[in-house]
């Protein structure tokens, strides 16, 4: 497939708990991947910035610590995550100015430790 951070599809993570999340943003982190929660801008950043720790490896899916990531499948596939990226999609287009413009989101990344620049 591709580097993590070039995919334009929606992608999502597999905890090792099981736990299936859909990323708002992600970006590479010293440690290995910095992720924003869908809704981050709405909450407390302590709880929806995480870090999963870990070398980011393959091609997609991708393996970043004992997490997987990968391309968010359909509602036939992952029903759950894939209706809760529809809904953010929905709210996104109806309250685009509420959403932290590009700059805004790579400086909270860049705060939190990711390894971005203005093109990201």
Do not use: W
């Given at each position: 497939m591709a580097d993590i951070f070039s995919v334009k599809s929606p992608l999502m993570i597999r905890l090792p708990s099981?736990?299936?999340?859909?990323?708002?943003e992600c970006f590479a982190h010293p440690r290995g991947l910095l992720y924003f929660d869908l809704y981050w801008h709405l909450h407390d950043l302590a709880q929806a910035l995480h870090i999963v720790a870990g070398p980011i490896k393959g091609e997609g899916p991708w393996k970043v610590g004992e997490a997987v990531v990968h391309v968010l499948g359909c509602h036939g596939t992952d029903p759950e995550p894939a209706s809760a990226f529809e809904d953010w999609r929905q709210y996104l287009e109806q309250n685009a100015d509420g959403y932290p413009?590009?700059?805004?989101?790579?400086?909270?990344?860049r705060r939190h430790g990711a390894a971005?620049?203005?093109?990201s």
């Open positions: 099981g736990e299936k999340r859909v990323m708002a413009p590009r700059p805004l989101i790579l400086a909270i990344a971005v620049d203005a093109a």
